[in-house]
């Protein structure tokens, strides 16, 4: 007897109907993944220890690794009656707590609310006491974002609740930026998910810390450029903290920045990062040193390569591939044919679960060079490093 196939989420529609049934089930303490223009997140009632619990459970989510709360209200951008100050709001909702803080400092970071939400922003703040610890892992601030995706605010607002929502694939994964990705990933674990469609933005959100002397700290690059962050507080950004490959090894930046490991966002099949675009890499690959893991593992896995090209002539770069690696890639794809960090961004999540599905045993990416310094870019490349985090060639 073969055992019955196990029973997937219900996918529902962004309507009313669909909203409102997402909204009871998140009411009744259990989980909904929502599509947001960053990627698709796994929410639960945000200030509900037993709802974040199963957040972790589903995830198989460490518990070193905290939370993004999601909320949503009319700001000025939707509304001429809007609430003009976000930051009081948030405190007003017991989400935050400004003990010490000058004058100067709130003013900047509402000034970066009030231009960058709702968006791919998230905002790093003293936590108020009403939000749980398990949402922080124990830390004395809180994540908070609001979306730009019409139904997350929707979802949240009829919800009446912040939600806390990781991104909704299983830990150290690659993030969903479609409803099917999420299936594929949770679906045997989860009861709802609401379809809103793919995601517009594809990589996750700028997360920022914010100080009461008002220093700001990039923690992870994301869907809003740091130049534009930098632009708004008239100032550079502190530099993101150092990262563990693995666990709260007690490092500073592993403190300050738990969640962000250097090993994250992976394919299953070996995926190995090039140090240069291939137009720049020399002949002679497999002769090399540094590139032995690499051509170690093509030799073993019976020489199905995938490949990701950065290059807007991607297609064109498999000759140059065929030359470089002495056989032609099984399946290859460039991010962005016209060459655009936003193109690139919006496909590097759904290219890399392609090429993992696909029947490549290993793969090869090219690094992205373009807009990288502050830009989309950065994200991009961050992203690209943390897939192959174990398989990075250097020269
Ligand atoms: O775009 C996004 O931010 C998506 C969508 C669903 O909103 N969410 C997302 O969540 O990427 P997640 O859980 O995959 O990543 C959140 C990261 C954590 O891993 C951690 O690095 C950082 O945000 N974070 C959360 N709370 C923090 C805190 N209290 N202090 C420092 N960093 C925090
Ligand atoms: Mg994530």
């Given at each position: 007897m073969t055992p019955a196939s196990p029973k997937l989420a219900a996918v529902l529609?962004?309507?009313?109907?669909?909203?409102?049934?997402?909204?009871?089930?998140?009411?009744?303490?259990?989980?909904?993944?929502?599509?947001?223009?960053?990627?698709?997140?796994?929410?639960?009632?945000?200030?509900?220890?037993?709802?974040?619990?199963?957040?972790?459970?589903?995830?198989?989510?460490?518990?070193f690794d905290p939370l993004i709360l999601h909320v949503s209200w009319p700001t000025p951008k939707d509304s001429a009656s809007g609430v003009t100050d976000p930051l009081t709001e948030l405190e007003r909702?017991?989400?935050?707590?400004?003990?010490?803080?000058?004058?100067?400092?709130?003013?900047?970071?509402?000034?970066?609310?009030?231009?960058?939400w709702p968006g791919p922003l998230t905002l790093v703040l003293p936590k108020h006491p009403r939000v749980p610890d398990l949402a922080t892992s124990g830390l004395p601030q809180v994540a908070l974002r609001m979306p730009r995706h019409p139904v997350a605010r929707a979802l949240i607002e009829a919800a009446g609740m912040p939600l806390a929502a990781p991104s909704a694939n299983r830990f150290g994964r690659i993030s969903p930026t479609r409803a099917e990705h999420v299936q594929s990933e949770l679906g045997e674990r989860i009861g709802w998910i609401l379809d809103g469609g793919p995601s517009e933005v594809g990589v996750e959100s700028t997360v920022i810390r914010m100080g009461a002397q008002g220093e700001a700290q990039l923690l992870?690059?994301?869907g809003i450029a740091a130049a534009d962050i930098e632009r708004v507080l008239g100032h550079p950004l502190l530099a993101p903290p150092s990262m563990p490959v693995a666990g709260p090894s007690g490092s500073p930046g592993a403190q300050l920045a738990p969640g962000l490991l250097e090993s994250h966002y992976a394919p299953r099949k070996p995926f190995f990062l090039l140090?240069?675009?291939l137009t720049a890499l020399p002949e002679n690959l497999s002769l090399l040193p540094p590139f032995q893991p690499l051509f170690q593992?093509?030799?073993?896995?019976?020489?199905?390569?995938?490949?990701?090209?950065?290059?807007?002539?991607?297609?064109?770069?498999?000759?140059?591939?065929?030359?470089r690696f002495g056989r032609d890639a099984v399946a290859a794809e460039t991010l962005s044919p016209a060459g655009d960090a936003q193109t690139a961004a919006q496909r590097l999540f759904s290219l890399l679960r392609w090429l993992d599905e696909s029947t490549a045993t290993v793969l090869v990416a090219e690094p992205w060079t373009r807009e990288i310094h502050s830009g989309l870019g950065h994200a991009i490349q961050d992203r690209l490093k943390r897939a192959s985090a174990r398989n990075q060639i250097t020269l």
């Open positions: 529609s962004p309507n009313r109907e669909g909203i409102e049934k997402a909204a009871q089930a998140l009411r009744a303490g259990e989980l909904v993944a929502m599509p947001t223009e960053t990627v698709y997140g796994l929410a639960g009632a945000g200030l509900e220890a037993s709802a974040l619990s199963k957040i972790f459970a589903a995830k198989e989510r460490p518990t909702r017991d989400l935050i707590h400004l003990e010490g803080w000058s004058d100067h400092s709130r003013e900047k970071a509402q000034k970066l609310l009030l231009e960058f992870r690059p994301g140090p240069s675009p593992q093509i030799r073993e896995h019976g020489a199905r390569v995938g490949f990701l090209s950065s290059s807007p002539e991607g297609n064109a770069h498999s000759s140059l591939f065929s030359l």
